[in-house]
């Protein structure tokens, strides 16, 4: 009885798209309809079978008239369009299908079908006798895609994929390792060596990566290390020489171009030296190489490996002499860094457009799993052979059976890697294409959706990944720090609880140096039944976390402790911390990275709360800041003491505000110099009022000089000023009157908390100068005397504090002075002689003039003098090269056309990095310091500060001299002369 036409509906239930067309397509298919149902897409089963049946009827005959055979036949091309292909090209291989498998099949199985088949072609030789490489290789390739067919086949049959997934992996792992050997089997019977010689070379093929761990995908590179040796009296140089060929025929059996297309690229670039070194090795010299020259992340990579193929007790020998390396790489320097260096390796190229869509490398994808098991694994694998397994599910399971970290998590995140896994599987089995894109099309993520089982929409499919992506993103705060506190503290957590040695081996491998004394910050900060304490203990396994991913976690931590200390229960940081994950973020960052900022957080905790909202970090308007002076001035108006630690407190807050505000990127360093410039001017404003008052019968000015007249000072610069005034009355008490102000100003600005510097150096006659002058005397001065370094220092005076007519006053006679109408070669070479001079006598015994950030060569000082020979020679012809700052005169130069545009782009990159190189400094060590730090460690921390990654020093190394040496060749030239 014929079966009636299928109904739009019936088709639409089943789970077809292309109604109509499929219903025209069906015809006496009709009869495997509920086939079609089990299919992820119906529509190309369907149309694939239709194929198949009108190029090989013959063969498709015996698979429909068996309904079993044909449902295994259509559940497959639904799921792959890739496979279906073979089965075209080779439709003899649907008898792959007609029976299920009911266990998977063992690694020695696939290595005796997959070596027969190649044996099989090598026996039926071409007509001049010899073996014939091309048909052993389509033999190979025909027999594994016969197996993936079957592999593939029970994978779609399971009920839970999830739960099928991690026996599916290691199938195709030894699906692999058995095409390996069946390729070595050709190598050797192809080989032109002496047949003897090739019997006595011995290679082993090491597996890494997911080969390595049994948990290989559908399609997949297979990363492989080499071992050799020879056996029977053959020297090791002849083994070597002979394995080589053989790996290179081993490899080109599974990847070259052939008349059945390749299976997968075998890749060796994991050996010593990757692609630069030998393809293959002795073990002595594996071992050799891992002694003296392997980087850390190598010995991650070692991790997984294991014998695939070939010599099997070499390849044993091979990991038990390599995986000490492995267990002891958590002891080395800079063992965390170099780990978290080994996963940016392959997340740093990923195109911006696939971030969102990737499975294996992005944000809460395979990676993030695989991480943090993997850096668990090495810190405690180093004491605990328990842990020491090769693949990711078994090594999960191990950490959580030993106490490492928590049962539930560890089974929650074993099922989202199983799921994530699956997922990929299902990409991957569509086309037979090495990729980990989800796809974009909503059509395909419904296929998706049916392929994996884990939902049947693909918006279902959807949510449940970014469920799963989301569950990820947290893995390695869950897994690797909030176990810390169970050393410290009672957890929730069942069946949780690391000692304390493993604690403190958990934070040495990520960085802290004093791993116990954290501990015991740990310990006081969670400790307690207080409100503070739990909020603590929910927060500091992250907060450890961020802390880690600084230079200096151990500071950080301590300083964190002593932020909280004393903010005790403060409603607003408790919240800040639970509520606001940026700010919290912010606040770790800044305490790893600047001994400065934690200093100035202990006098003013309260500044943490900018942390919430960056815009409160912005540099405060000058005007802003003298009217708080007045107003703290008019407030302590009865008491001067008050009134200056109210004024020495603003200072104080105002430099921690841009403190933050430089670490994290606020601001630039043209930004801070004003900013710490327009800090000083309020604070000698507001103190120059306590000592100074209308009526007292002078007139008085503060002249910023130096980098303070040019606002662009530094953390840690001194502040050069010269004082100026004039009579209005005290007659000859006036010099009297003004050295008393002077006395005062400096008294109530000094603080032990945060120095300031003021330095009269640059007045006139320097140091055997008088302290403070009149103007009428420094008219005199200037007239008679004034030698040219003091017409150039005067290039950078500019008026900020003091009765307004006299600071007028004062910049109109510094004009005549630092701008002449004429400036000769004479006075110019005097200006050349001099800075000579400074070069040779100033720069410190045994200072490095390459790394010297203001004196030494292309850096602050060579900009600096560059740019003020133009200005002392052209400035009275140039108007806008009138300015006190040194970057604003170099851009005037070069629009006056007295500098090449890509000179002055050198000069100022020198100056910009020497900046910000000279505050880092400061900041990182919170004391002054003007030598780029040879010690690795500060130079890793500056290089932090200054936004290179983790491990950036030598790169920050490597720029300042390249670009303080582009600037030293422009200076020389314009300014001595030089060619």
């Given at each position: 009885m014929t079966r009636p036409p299928s109904t739009l509906s019936e088709l639409a239930r089943l789970g077809f798209a292309e109604l109509s067309a499929a219903r025209a397509a069906l015809g006496d298919l009709d009869g495997h309809l509920e086939a079609f149902g089990t299919a992820a897409d119906p529509d190309r089963a369907l149309r694939l079978l239709v194929r198949l049946r009108e190029?090989?009827?013959?063969?498709?005959?015996?698979?429909?008239?068996?309904?079993?055979?044909?449902?295994?036949v259509i559940r497959l091309l639904g799921a792959s369009e890739g496979l279906g292909e073979f089965l075209r090209r080779r439709p003899q291989e649907l008898a792959a299908l007609r029976t299920p498998l009911d266990e998977l099949p063992d690694g020695g199985a696939l290595r005796q079908q997959l070596v027969a088949a190649v044996d099989a072609a090598l026996g039926g030789r071409a007509g001049s006798g010899k073996p014939d490489p091309e048909a052993a290789r389509t033999a190979l390739r025909t027999r594994y895609r016969h197996w993936l067919l079957r592999v593939a086949d029970w994978d779609l049959a399971q009920p839970d994929a999830v739960e099928a997934l991690p026996a599916v992996a290691a199938t195709l792992a030894d699906l692999a390792g058995a095409a390996l050997d069946a390729g070595l089997v050709l190598a050797r019977a192809v080989s032109t060596f002496p047949d003897d010689d090739v019997a006595r070379t011995r290679l082993a093929i090491i597996g890494m990566g997911k080969a390595g761990a049994r948990e290989l995908n559908y399609i997949s590179d297979v990363d492989v290390i080499y071992v050799a040796e020879g056996a029977a009296g053959l020297e090791s140089g002849r083994a070597v020489e002979i394995a080589t060929r053989l790996a290179a025929e081993t490899a080109r059996s599974i990847g070259e171009p052939g008349i059945e297309p390749p299976l997968w690229e075998v890749d060796a670039n994991l050996r010593p030296e990757g692609k630069d070194g030998a393809l293959v090795r002795t073990l002595e010299s594996?071992?050799?190489?891992?002694?003296?020259?392997?980087?850390?992340?190598?010995?991650?990579?070692?991790?997984?490996?294991?014998?695939?193929?070939?010599?099997?007790?070499?390849?044993?020998?091979?990991?038990?002499?390599?995986?000490?390396?492995?267990?002891?790489s958590s002891q080395r320097p800079g063992f965390v860094e170099s780990v978290q260096r080994m996963r940016e390796r392959v997340t740093e190229h990923i195109p911006a457009d696939e971030v969102d869509v990737q499975l294996k490398l992005g944000p809460g994808g395979l990676r993030d799993v695989e991480f943090t098991i993997q850096l668990l694994q090495l810190v405690h694998g180093a004491h605990d052979d328990r842990v020491r397994q090769g693949d990711t599910l078994g090594a999960l399971a191990a950490l959580a059976e030993h106490g490492y970290i928590g049962r539930e998590e560890a089974a929650s995140f074993s099922g989202d890697y199983r799921r994530l896994r699956v997922i990929e599987h299902r990409v991957q089995l569509d086309r037979m294409t090495r990729t980990h894109l989800m796809p974009r099309d909503e059509e395909r993520l419904r296929v998706l959706a049916r392929a994996t089982g884990l939902a049947t929409t693909a918006d279902e499919l959807t949510e449940r990944w970014q469920q799963t992506k989301i569950a990820v993103r947290s893995l390695h705060e869950k897994l690797f720090y909030r176990p810390l506190l169970s050393a410290v503290a009672a957890l929730p957590e069942e069946g949780l609880a690391l000692t304390s040695d493993q604690a403190v081996a958990r934070l040495a491998a990520i960085g802290f140096t004093d791993a116990a004394g954290a501990l015991r910050h740990i310990a006081a900060l969670t400790s307690g039944v207080s409100r503070r304490a739990q909020i603590q203990r929910t927060l500091l396994p992250v907060i450890l976390q961020w802390l880690a991913e600084g230079a200096d976690p151990d500071y950080g931590l301590l300083a964190f402790r002593r932020l909280s200390e004393d903010l005790g229960e403060s409603y607003w940081f408790l919240r800040m911390l639970r509520d606001s994950s940026g700010a919290a973020q912010r606040l770790t960052s800044v305490l790893a990275a600047s001994r400065f900022v934690g200093g100035l957080f202990e006098r003013i905790p309260e500044g943490a709360a900018w942390l919430e909202n960056v815009d409160e970090l912005r540099p405060r308007p000058l005007e802003a800041l003298l009217d708080e002076a007045r107003a703290t001035v008019d407030r302590h108006a009865s008491d001067v003491e008050a009134a200056a630690k109210a004024l020495r407190t603003a200072r104080r807050r105002e430099v921690l505000r841009l403190a933050l505000a430089g670490i994290l990127d606020v601001i630039t360093v043209e930004e801070l110099g004003r900013g710490l410039a327009d800090i000083t001017t309020a604070l000698l404003t507001g103190t120059l009022s306590l000592c100074h008052r209308y009526g007292d019968g002078i007139e008085f000015a503060i002249i910023a000089m130096g980098r303070y007249g040019g606002a662009e000072l530094g953390f840690g610069s001194d502040a050069d000023v010269m004082y100026a005034y004039r009579d209005a009355g005290a007659g000859e008490d006036a010099q009297k009157g003004a050295e008393r102000i002077v006395h005062e100003l400096k008294r109530l600005t000094e603080d032990l908390r945060l120095p300031l510097d003021l330095d009269i150096d640059l007045r006139p006659e320097g140091r055997n100068g008088a302290i403070v002058r009149s103007l009428d005397s420094y008219r005199a001065y200037y007239e008679r005397w004034s030698l040219t370094w003091e017409a150039q220092a005067l290039l950078r005076a500019r008026a900020v504090a003091g009765d307004e007519p006299l600071m007028a006053a004062f910049t109109a006679l510094a004009d005549t002075v630092r701008y002449p109408a004429t400036f000769g070669e004479a006075e110019a070479r005097e200006v050349r002689r001099i800075k000579a001079r400074v070069e040779s006598e100033r720069l410190p015994q045994a200072a490095d003039p390459a790394r010297h950030l203001k004196l030494g060569r292309g850096s602050l000082s060579d900009v600096e003098w560059f740019v003020q020979l133009l200005q002392l020679q052209h400035a009275a012809a140039h108007p806008p090269l009138a300015t006190t700052s040194t970057l604003d005169a170099l851009q005037a130069a070069t629009d006056a056309e007295l500098v090449q545009p890509a000179d002055a782009e050198r000069l100022r990159a020198a100056w910009l990095i020497a900046s910000r190189a000279r505050s880092a400094l400061t900041l990182w060590s919170a004391k002054t310091g003007d030598v780029l730090p040879l010690d690795r460690a500060q130079l890793e921390g500056v290089a932090r500060l200054m936004g290179y990654p983790a491990g950036g020093a030598s790169q920050l190394e490597e720029d300042y001299l390249r670009t303080t040496r582009l600037a030293r060749q422009v200076f020389e030239k314009g300014f001595y002369g030089t060619a």
């Open positions: 190029q090989h009827p013959d063969a498709l005959r015996p698979v429909l008239a068996d309904p079993a055979w044909a449902a295994r594996h071992v050799a190489y891992y002694e003296r020259w392997a980087k850390s992340w190598e010995f991650q990579a070692l991790l997984k490996a294991r014998p695939l193929a070939g010599d099997a007790e070499l390849g044993e020998r091979y990991t038990a002499s390599v995986h000490p390396f492995v267990w002891a």
